[in-house]
């Protein structure tokens, strides 16, 4: 379904704003916040803003605010270090991911805003036998849902990423890795705009610093909700606040099974462009990618305890640095230029939970951990049929939150805790 977005980003359209020195308009403008909406999303990420924008485009709902009680991209979306792929390791997650990466491959396009998606290859090293099994078991769940992955040896990790030390002296020998040649990494802050300036265009509601203080219900069916900026009404809200979406949750009295813990990352000065792929070591907890700009993005696994701090913290970049430099010596004299953290909202099984609670009207699309922001595309599409159709669509049936009590996990620890 078309979209009438307000300015067209073309190379002409530059070229005239530039001879003639004319401003570009706002990419969205905020509008007066109504007293009610079809559909409240509570939170301004990737996913409150995808579901938006899917809700509009694909199904026709506009009547539909996006409340963040900061700025958008303020939680993980603006935090995270991009990386994008689809190796998962069951069957769900794998179709799921792809979906994404389907999506993220045309979202330039689709959203008419350069989101930046470089396709350049993850590799997720393997230190030990027992990870080069799992990965072999990876690989072979990939290849029936039609994704490339294979393992390769040291040898071919080598070739892909000169700088590795693949030598048996090291303390970590790499012993081969799984090489996933669709995975890449996009520019995420040009993700959130460009949703956020699409689903504007089509007739959504943005309302920043706008904080949902309580969740209205009359027998079991929410009716509204509450802000700092007063009361809306409303039949449909959404939460999808990530790191924070148990303290919403409980506002509608649904307790979910989800712990919040804080995750770092970090970046270099900019350095000669050396690195064209993804390299993740779950053993040594670290993974790098190299920007367009060359700057060297590292992350690592969640902090060891729950947390609302987004604080980076000194523990964080020594363990950093002294795993980066087992894999890569060279890089002894190269700066780190800045640290941040942002928060995780860990599922006990590392899988997402989608779609309706127990509360009629209250849905929810949280559980991201340290993996949601490829999922976003997907999970925006999910959600807006979800809501659109009033059950959620086979793609995201496995995900439900009855999963808990029923016993049907979805396994995912030994391919998402550290790859993001
Ligand atoms: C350092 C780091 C690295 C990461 N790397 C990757 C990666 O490489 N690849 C990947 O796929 N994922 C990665 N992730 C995970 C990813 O960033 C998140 O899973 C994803 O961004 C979650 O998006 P979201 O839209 O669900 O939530 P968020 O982007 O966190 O947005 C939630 C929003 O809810 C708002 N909110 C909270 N409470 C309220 C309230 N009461 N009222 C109104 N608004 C509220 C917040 O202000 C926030 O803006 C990383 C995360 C971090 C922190």
């Not at 704003?17 to 007066?32: I, S």
């Not at 706008?210 to 509450?226: K, L, Y």
């Not at 040594?284 to 305890?305: C, I, K, W």
Request: aromatic share 8%.
């Amino acid at each position: 379904m078309g979209s009438v977005y307000p300015a067209k980003y073309s190379a002409f359209g530059l070229l005239r704003r530039g001879l003639t020195a004319q401003d570009w308009p706002a990419a969205w403008q905020p509008q007066p916040m109504r007293s009610s909406y079809d559909v409240v999303i509570i939170g301004g990420g990737v996913h409150g803003l995808a579901t938006a924008y899917y809700l509009a485009t694909n199904h026709g709902i506009t009547n539909v605010a996006v409340l963040d009680k900061s700025y958008l991209g303020a939680g993980g979306s603006g935090r995270n270090t991009a990386i994008l792929r689809s190796n998962y390791i069951s069957p769900e997650g794998v179709k799921f991911y792809d979906r994404s990466l389907t999506l993220y491959e045309n979202l330039t396009a689709d959203l008419d805003f350069n989101v930046m998606f470089s396709r350049r290859g993850h590799m997720t090293l393997a230190h030990s036998d027992a990870s080069l099994r799992t990965m072999r078991w990876r690989a072979e769940v990939n290849k029936v849902q039609g994704v490339n992955s294979e393992v390769i040896g040291p040898g071919e990790v080598k070739k892909l990423a000169p700088l590795l030390d693949i030598s048996k002296q090291a303390r970590y020998p790499i012993l081969g890795a799984l090489w996933h040649p669709p995975g890449g990494i996009i520019r995420h802050d040009a993700v959130v705009w460009g949703y956020a300036r699409g689903a504007a265009a089509n007739g959504i509601h943005i309302h920043q610093e706008t904080e949902v203080t309580c969740i209205e219900r009359t027998g079991g069916r929410v009716t509204g909700v509450r802000t700092n900026r007063g009361d809306i009404a409303t039949g449909t809200v959404l939460n999808a606040t990530a790191g924070w979406c148990t303290l919403v949750s409980d506002l509608a009295g649904v307790k979910l099974p989800v712990q919040t813990f804080p995750l770092q990352a970090a970046v270099t000065e900019p350095v000669r462009p050396f690195l064209n792929t993804v390299i993740v070591s779950g053993t040594l907890h670290v993974y790098v990618s190299q920007t367009d700009r060359g700057e060297l993005v590292f992350g690592a696994s969640v902090d060891p305890y729950t947390s609302y701090s987004m604080r980076g913290s000194l523990e964080f970049v020594e363990g950093l640095a002294t795993h980066i430099l087992e894999l890569m010596p060279a890089l002894g004299k190269v700066r780190l230029m800045r640290q941040w953290s942002g928060l995780c909202d860990m599922t006990p099984d590392f899988s997402p939970i989608m779609g309706p609670t127990p509360v009629d009207g209250f849905l929810v699309d949280v559980g991201w951990g340290t993996y949601g922001f490829k999922a976003g595309p997907v999970s925006g599409e999910a959600m807006a049929r979800c809501i659109a159709d009033g059950k959620p669509p086979e793609i995201i049936s496995a995900f439900g939150l009855d999963r808990f009590t029923a016993g049907h996990l979805v396994g995912e620890k030994g391919a998402a805790a550290v790859g993001h």
